[in-house]
C-alpha cells in the first residue's frame, strides 16, 4: 500500500512483560486485519522487545511471537545460576539466570538467519560493557554498515537481552554486550534518529507506534531510605527495573516534545503492583490488560494505519 507517511514500530524492554506489545500486535493483526510486517518501515525493539522486533522483520506472525512467551517464559526464567558460592555473596557477583535455555528458543525462532539477510530496517540495541559505549546492530538499510551484516540474529537478540542482573553479558565476535535498556530501552528515540539520518525520512513524515511493557508506580515508596544504599544493591533487579523505566518515560517526553500530536502513538499502562521482569506468573494478567489496551485505544490505532470506520 502506497503511503507517504514513514512508520516506525518501536518495541520497549522488560522481561516477560514483553508478552503485553505482543499480545497487542496479535490483535491488530487479527482484529484490524493489518499485516504488521507490511505496514512499517521501520522496527526497532530492545530486550525483550528485540525478541519482538526481529520475529516481525523476519515475517514472523505475531501470534507466534505472543506463543513464545506462554510456551517458554518458564524455562528462560527457571534456570537458576548454579554456584558453589554462599547465597548472599551469589547475588552480588552473578547473575540470577542462565542463559542457555534463553539461547535454544532464539536458536528454534531465528536459526542461522543473519541481520544481513533481513530486508525491513531493523535495529536492536545493546550496550558495549566493554568499551563503555552504545552499541546498534542493524540490519543491511544502509550500504555504509559493514560490521552487522554476517552477524545472526539471534546473537543481536541475546546480547539485547543480556539485562544486569539478570543474564550474563553476551559475547559477539569482538564485543562483550549487555542490555540495550540500559540507554535505549525505549528505542523510539534511536530509530527516529537513524530513519532521519540514514534513510533521509522528513521528520514530518515519520509515525510511530510505541509499545510500552508496563510501568510501576511502586518504585521505593515514600516511607523512608530502608531498601535504598550499597548494602542493599538499591533492591538489586527493582533498581534495574526502576531505571530501565526512567529511560523509557524519557524517551517518550522527548518524542512528545520533538513530534507533532498525530505523529507517536504510545500504548502502555501503569499499575500500582511491583512490575517484576521475570515473574512468569503475571502472563494471563498482561495478556488481559493488552487485550483491554487494543480495545480502549482501536479507534487511535485505526486512524494510525488509515482504516476507515466504513471500511
Not at 491488530?28 to 507490511?38: A, F, H, S, T, W
Not at 522487545?49 to 518458564?74: D, M, R, T, V
Not at 539485562?163 to 549487555?178: G, H, I, M, R, S
Not at 485505526?302 to 466504513?310: Q, S
Given at each position: 500500500?502506497?503511503?507517504?507517511?514513514?512508520?516506525?514500530?518501536?518495541?520497549?524492554?522488560?522481561?516477560?512483560?514483553?508478552?503485553?506489545?505482543?499480545?497487542?500486535?496479535?490483535?491488530?493483526?487479527?482484529?484490524?486485519?493489518?499485516?504488521?510486517?507490511?505496514?512499517?518501515d521501520?522496527?526497532?525493539?530492545t530486550s525483550?522487545?528485540?525478541?519482538?522486533?526481529?520475529?516481525?522483520?523476519?515475517?514472523?506472525?505475531?501470534?507466534?511471537?505472543?506463543s513464545?512467551?506462554?510456551?517458554?517464559?518458564?524455562?528462560?526464567?527457571?534456570?537458576?545460576?548454579?554456584?558453589?558460592?554462599?547465597?548472599?555473596?551469589?547475588?552480588?557477583?552473578?547473575?540470577k539466570?542462565?542463559?542457555?535455555?534463553?539461547?535454544?528458543v532464539?536458536?528454534?525462532?531465528?536459526?542461522?538467519?543473519?541481520?544481513?539477510?533481513?530486508?525491513?530496517?531493523?535495529?536492536?540495541?545493546?550496550?558495549?560493557?566493554?568499551?563503555?559505549?552504545?552499541?546498534?546492530?542493524k540490519?543491511?538499510?544502509?550500504?555504509?554498515?559493514?560490521?552487522?551484516?554476517?552477524?545472526?540474529?539471534?546473537?543481536?537478540?541475546?546480547?539485547?537481552?543480556?539485562?544486569?542482573?539478570?543474564?550474563?553479558?553476551?559475547?559477539?565476535?569482538?564485543?562483550l554486550?549487555?542490555?540495550?535498556?540500559?540507554w535505549?530501552?525505549?528505542?523510539?528515540?534511536?530509530?527516529?534518529?537513524?530513519?532521519?539520518?540514514?534513510?533521509?525520512?522528513?521528520?514530518k513524515?515519520?509515525?510511530?507506534?510505541?509499545?510500552?511493557?508496563?510501568?510501576?508506580?511502586?518504585?521505593?515508596?515514600t516511607?523512608?531510605?530502608?531498601?535504598?544504599?550499597?548494602?542493599?544493591?538499591?533492591?538489586?533487579?527493582?533498581?534495574?527495573?526502576f531505571?530501565?523505566?526512567?529511560?523509557?518515560?524519557?524517551?517518550?517526553?522527548?518524542?512528545?516534545?520533538?513530534?507533532?500530536?498525530?505523529?507517536?502513538?504510545?500504548?502502555?499502562?501503569?499499575?500500582?503492583?511491583?512490575?517484576?521482569?521475570?515473574?512468569?506468573?503475571?502472563?494471563?494478567?498482561?495478556?488481559?490488560?493488552?487485550?483491554?489496551?487494543?480495545?480502549?485505544?482501536?479507534?487511535?490505532?485505526?486512524?494510525?494505519?488509515?482504516?476507515?470506520?466504513?471500511?
Amino acid at each position: 500500500m502506497a503511503r507517504d507517511e514513514f512508520r516506525i514500530l518501536s518495541i520497549d524492554g522488560g522481561g516477560i512483560r514483553g508478552i503485553f506489545p505482543a499480545h497487542i500486535l496479535q490483535c491488530i493483526q487479527d482484529r484490524l486485519g493489518i499485516n504488521v510486517y507490511e505496514n512499517f518501515d521501520m522496527i526497532a525493539g530492545t530486550s525483550t522487545g528485540s525478541i519482538i522486533a526481529a520475529g516481525i522483520a523476519c515475517q514472523k506472525q505475531p501470534s507466534e511471537i505472543a506463543s513464545l512467551y506462554k510456551k517458554h517464559g518458564a524455562e528462560i526464567f527457571g534456570q537458576k545460576i548454579k554456584s558453589w558460592w554462599p547465597s548472599r555473596v551469589k547475588q552480588g557477583v552473578h547473575s540470577k539466570y542462565e542463559n542457555d535455555n534463553l539461547k535454544t528458543v532464539l536458536n528454534s525462532e531465528f536459526g542461522d538467519t543473519k541481520l544481513g539477510d533481513i530486508e525491513k530496517p531493523l535495529l536492536i540495541p545493546a550496550t558495549d560493557i566493554g568499551h563503555g559505549g552504545v552499541h546498534v546492530f542493524k540490519s543491511s538499510y544502509s550500504k555504509s554498515f559493514t560490521r552487522d551484516k554476517n552477524v545472526a540474529v539471534k546473537q543481536a537478540v541475546l546480547a539485547s537481552c543480556s539485562a544486569p542482573a539478570f543474564f550474563d553479558p553476551a559475547k559477539v565476535d569482538n564485543y562483550l554486550l549487555a542490555d540495550g535498556g540500559v540507554w535505549a530501552n525505549n528505542p523510539a528515540l534511536a530509530a527516529v534518529i537513524d530513519a532521519q539520518y540514514r534513510l533521509d525520512v522528513n521528520a514530518k513524515d515519520i509515525r510511530i507506534l510505541s509499545l510500552g511493557t508496563g510501568q510501576s508506580r511502586t518504585a521505593y515508596g515514600t516511607d523512608g531510605t530502608k531498601d535504598w544504599g550499597l548494602l542493599t544493591g538499591w533492591k538489586n533487579r527493582e533498581f534495574i527495573s526502576f531505571l530501565l523505566s526512567l529511560q523509557a518515560q524519557s524517551t517518550q517526553n522527548y518524542l512528545q516534545l520533538m513530534l507533532g500530536e498525530n505523529q507517536l502513538v504510545r500504548l502502555d499502562f501503569e499499575t500500582d503492583n511491583p512490575l517484576p521482569m521475570d515473574d512468569v506468573s503475571v502472563l494471563c494478567d498482561l495478556i488481559s490488560r493488552a487485550d483491554r489496551t487494543f480495545t480502549h485505544e482501536s479507534e487511535k490505532l485505526m486512524k494510525f494505519f488509515n482504516i476507515r470506520e466504513d471500511e
